[in-house]
């Protein structure tokens, strides 16, 4: 199964994380079904920008953004060009990534999920 390492997160996931997740499932259903509380106020719609996430090693393997996600993304806190919105990224088969999960969102308030 892929594997995705998490890198530190202050509060969200302060020791970093290894999971796994089977291939085709969103990086953010991964995060959450491993305990990991990304933020995700949309319910994973593709209609905010909560769930954003930097893939430092695997970008390339992943499917591209719809365009929706990149209209999304030019909103998002901290974009680079290895941004994406975890809710519409899959994870790839056989390819390990690594991400990161920014600092801040633009959310104003924390659901708590």
Same mark, same amino acid.
């Given at each position: 199964?892929?594997?995705?390492?998490?890198?530190?997160?202050?509060?969200?996931?302060?020791? $970093?994380?290894?999971?796994? /997740? #089977?291939?085709?499932?969103?990086?953010? =259903?991964? &995060?959450?079904? @491993?305990?990991?509380?990304?933020?995700?106020?949309?319910?994973?719609?593709?209609?905010?920008?909560?769930?954003?996430?930097?893939?430092?090693? $695997?970008?390339?393997?992943? /499917? #591209?953004?719809?365009?929706?996600?990149? =209209?999304? &993304?030019?909103? @998002?806190?901290?974009?680079?060009?290895?941004?994406?919105?975890?809710?519409?990224?899959?994870?790839?088969?056989?390819?390990?990534?690594?991400?990161?999960?920014?600092?801040?969102?633009?959310?104003?308030?924390?659901?708590?999920?």
């Amino acid at each position: 199964m892929p594997r995705i390492r998490v890198l530190p997160h202050a509060e969200i996931c302060p020791q $970093g994380a290894d999971i796994e /997740g #089977p291939e085709g499932m969103s990086i953010c =259903d991964a &995060l959450l079904r @491993a305990g990991i509380p990304i933020e995700h106020a949309c319910e994973k719609a593709c209609a905010c920008t909560t769930c954003h996430v930097l893939v430092r090693e $695997g970008y390339e393997a992943l /499917g #591209p953004a719809s365009d929706k996600e990149e =209209d999304l &993304l030019d909103k @998002a806190w901290g974009l680079e060009p290895d941004s994406r919105l975890s809710c519409q990224a899959k994870i790839p088969k056989e390819t390990a990534l690594v991400i990161e999960i920014p600092k801040y969102t633009i959310n104003m308030v924390s659901e708590g999920h």
